[in-house]
């Protein structure tokens, strides 16, 4: 519970209306994207970095944990207040600050929309390459926290390679910027990178400037269809030995085909191990005609019984439904469903997906796998019962024995989603205990009193 | 001076010919590709890991300064040992300990010299596309230390960019693995990203493990000649806009074109502003060709009055030879010459070389500009006589006022060389007093006794 002195505090700074303390309004912002619920004390929104800063020297002086929020889609527990506290909700800070055309950048609030960002830029000719899942219901902030990622990957990196700058609130409330519009840095220790990926445990991301590339006027689009999942993950080796760079690899197994099907109906190949669809982009359409069709050719090479290319705009619209079906299918078949974020080095997925599949068999569970191939990064859909505690039970082992496998085959816990507080149980299995003692340094020096995003990330207790 | 024991110690370690005390071989070991010199107390060169880590822990022990040495190529005096102690040569560890072509990584020993890492993974048909110009003369370390850059990152990025992981000696010999062959990893604070860049200062790196890409198989290439700056400076957004990304684009200006011109005849055109050269690279011969005909086009219609495409390798050699005198130019031109590497916006460019060549006047040197155009990382490089008090003195306030106007301009005091020694003095220049004061604490944590490259990088006291 918070004072009414410090309310009071907050109101002065962001005004009345943007300190929420009913229990009705603190319910709605007790969640994200996972089941994980705890609500706040408050809900403060600042309108820009000034009040974020005058907000965070109240709670510093106070000792009152501060929890980062954008719109909360997060996976992995991130933005839930665990421990109270405030919910910093930063929605309102949404602007585009500066959209340089000439050095090709953007600098925006934390709390503008992704798909909103993209938008905005792609106006001018311009594109911001990354795009989460979560694209149109995500903040950049929040992206940057969790360094998202998304299905062009492969091609062009995630949220950390095009961040160029961040404006960050510390803990104490000073504001930190870091980072220019030059292109190559090495002067600074590389303090911008720390902060993505971070979770809102290190600092409050306020403003963040964005590298852009010029827009990809055209696409195409395979789908390949393998009997053996081994050559399905061999394809994306002998596309990229092939020299050409797609946008996309993505993949979904027999599972995830079969329970598309079961509930769309959308003529997907059933009965076969996995669909590979892949996708290229670029500003010549003769270049980009040439790539697919290379595509399809090592597809077949590489054992792929089916090839379809999408010849006009709406068939590649068909291919692309299948995979943007993998969710809604999965949520409908359910009741409840589990998605993981292993990333594995690129090789080892066919012996994850036999291994998982394994798993799913032991513990009588369904498990889909789909993901991003190109990159490794796959994310197995445990569905179960959460009402049947039994269930519960078998869905957490199998969770933890896909972390296990992700570890075993060199791979690591999250891609894109974060540990947030849903795999702090697993963390040491991924880190040493050297790289979790650095962590909880590093953690010192910018948040000596432990009131960012408290229980989140790695095991942290504040030193005395 | 050392004591008789520790050397005895470190002889224990990595034997009696691999550590050196004779003045005559610490002499060898006093200086970089600087003009700075400061004998070590003592040079150790480990064969491995273990060994580092083993004289890591006397190290810190008797709190003996440190400062890690790969071909000691640098350009700003980060390899020299400014307070003594121990030389710490890595090339003994020039392994490559694995090469695996199905997720196309390497892990290296940190003194490996570049050339031969890139010739080695270029026999199975991988490429690792950083080049710094000191690529046959330096090491892997020294190049992630430095995060080295050179003329193809507009296309492929610096070294940071392709660095999956390191095995790095802590400052009390602990050993630290951070990272792992899965492309996407969001499971710890971003370790890894501390270290690259950090000239030292945090930790030895010892082991490297580096994403490479399929060998580009074919390259063309143009020279542009422009009456006006401006338009060479335009030309690069132009080409970008254009959809096509070159692997390199550079600029000469006068100064340098008729520096090269007369010392080396080479026949390029005098009399212009400046000479862009850029080159295209990829798998498929046709496309490649087609973008070196748009970049043509491009040029022209960007106000090139002369464009060059190169037909055959040996014209394509032939426009290369320009840009790869520049050195050997200005250094025959010279006396001496300090080469500076601002790093800028680039839409800045112009500018920032209508200022450099006004400060060329006030001071009466000769400043050369050239530089990788295309991600704004130029090198001014001033022209003097290091006999000539007066001479020094004007360059030393040359060089103060080019930092100046990469600061004014929204850029930085070095894209790719580093900080070292030679740019301590103008640090706060770039970088406020909170990132100073993290960086401090970040040192801090990572090098409690302040035995790591002391006097480099930043301004850093030990802490009480």
Chains 1, 2 share one sequence.
Not at 238 to 256: F, H, K, S, Y
């Amino acid at each position: 519970m918070l004072s009414a002195e410090i309310l009071k505090e907050f109101v002065q700074i962001v005004g009345s209306e943007h300190v929420l303390t009913s229990p009705e309004d603190l319910i709605a912002y007790s969640y994200d994207g996972t089941s994980v619920e705890y609500c706040p004390d408050a809900v403060v929104s600042p309108f820009n970095t000034e009040q974020v800063s005058r907000v965070m020297q109240v709670c510093y002086r106070e000792g009152i944990c501060v929890v980062p929020r954008g719109m909360a889609s997060g996976l992995a527990g991130g933005a839930v207040p665990v421990s109270g506290g405030v919910s910093l909700c930063l929605t309102r800070m949404n602007r585009v600050l500066n959209l340089d055309t000439e050095n090709m950048m953007v600098r925006v609030e934390a709390g503008i929309i992704t798909a909103d960002l993209q938008a905005q830029v792609e106006s001018v000719g311009l594109f911001y390459p990354p795009d989460p899942s979560s694209v149109r219901h995500s903040t950049i902030g929040g992206n940057v926290a969790c360094n998202a990622g998304g299905a062009r990957c492969l091609k062009y990196g995630v949220t950390r390679d095009y961040v160029m700058g961040l404006t960050v609130v510390l803990s104490d409330g000073r504001i930190l910027q870091t980072g220019t519009k030059a292109i190559k840095n090495v002067t600074s220790y590389d303090l911008k990178n720390l902060f993505v990926g971070s979770e809102g445990t290190l600092g409050i991301i306020t403003e963040v400037l964005l590298k852009l590339i010029p827009k990809p006027e055209f696409a195409r689009t395979a789908m390949a269809v393998y009997p053996l999942l081994e050559n399905a993950s061999v394809t994306v080796n002998n596309v990229l030995r092939a020299g050409v760079l797609p946008a996309t690899i993505e993949l979904m197994d027999n599972t995830t085909i079969e329970t598309i099907e079961e509930y769309l109906h959308l003529g997907l190949p059933t009965n076969v191990a996995a669909i590979l669809i892949i996708e290229v982009d670029g500003s010549d359409e003769e270049t980009v005609t040439k790539q697919i069709e290379t595509i399809g050719q090592v597809c077949r090479a590489s054992g792929a019984s089916d090839v379809r290319l999408a010849k006009t705009e709406t068939e590649r619209a068909d291919l692309w439904r299948g995979r943007r079906s993998v969710l809604p299918s999965l949520v409908r078949r359910g009741p409840d469903q589990l998605s993981e974020d292993i990333s594995l080095p690129r090789a080892a997925i066919p012996e994850a997906i036999r291994r998982i599949k394994a798993i799913s068999e032991k513990y009588g569970l369904t498990i889909a796998v789909f993901g991003h191939a190109g990159d490794g990064n796959l994310h197995p859909s445990i569905l179960y019962d959460k009402r049947d505690p039994e269930q519960v039970r078998r869905m957490e082992q199998a969770s933890r024995d896909i972390f296990n496998i992700a570890i075993e085959l060199g791979g690591t816990l999250s891609g894109e989603h974060g540990i947030g507080v849903l795999k702090l149980p697993f963390l040491r299995l991924a880190l040493s205990p050297i790289e979790i003692e650095l962590m909880q340094a590093i953690k010192h020096v910018f948040d000596p009193k432990g009131i960012l995003n408290p229980g989140k990330k790695f095991p942290y207790h504040i030193k005395n």
